[in-house]
């Protein structure tokens, strides 16, 4: 998806965001939440870098998470501006602007690293929960 295109209506269908700059989010909301998994470790032996750790994790989500939202809002704005949704439960005929808004969708999604990122973020929490049950029992 490498064109912004608009209808005559002036219906405004998003462009797609460039590999680069999806690879960047997505290693910016990974970077966050091991930072602030890191944070557990960091807390053992140094509560300056803690606090570092929480301030880089904190900004990277802000970053992270304002990107994402602004990905689900042009998403929604597609579907509820060309009325895609009840057009396809009413199985009504979809014109050309109806069909770029659906590649501009499924070609957002197809690409999205969220499953992957909210994968990782999920095995990094498991880590952080184990190392400190072990440091809290004394174990490392």
């Not at 750790?53 to 809002?73: N, P």
């Not at 009413?90 to 014109?95: A, E, I, S």
């Not at 999205?112 to 400190?132: D, G, P, Q, V």
């Amino acid at each position: 998806m490498t064109q912004t295109v608009t209808s005559l209506k002036n219906m405004y269908i998003p462009q797609g965001y460039s590999p680069k700059r999806i690879r960047f989010y997505f290693w910016v909301g990974l970077l966050s939440a091991i930072f602030l998994r890191l944070i557990i470790i960091a807390d053992h032996y140094n509560g300056s870098l803690s606090k570092v750790l929480f301030y880089l994790g904190v900004l990277g989500y802000l970053a992270f998470f304002a990107h994402r939202y602004r990905i689900a809002t042009r998403r929604v704005g597609v579907l509820k501006n060309l009325q895609l949704l009840d057009k396809v439960e009413n199985r009504k005929p979809l014109n050309e602007e109806d069909y770029h808004g659906l590649q501009y969708i499924i070609w957002s999604l197809s690409v999205s690293k969220e499953r992957t990122n909210y994968l990782m973020i999920f095995a990094f929490s498991i880590i952080a929960i184990t190392l400190s049950l072990a440091f809290d029992m004394g174990m490392i």
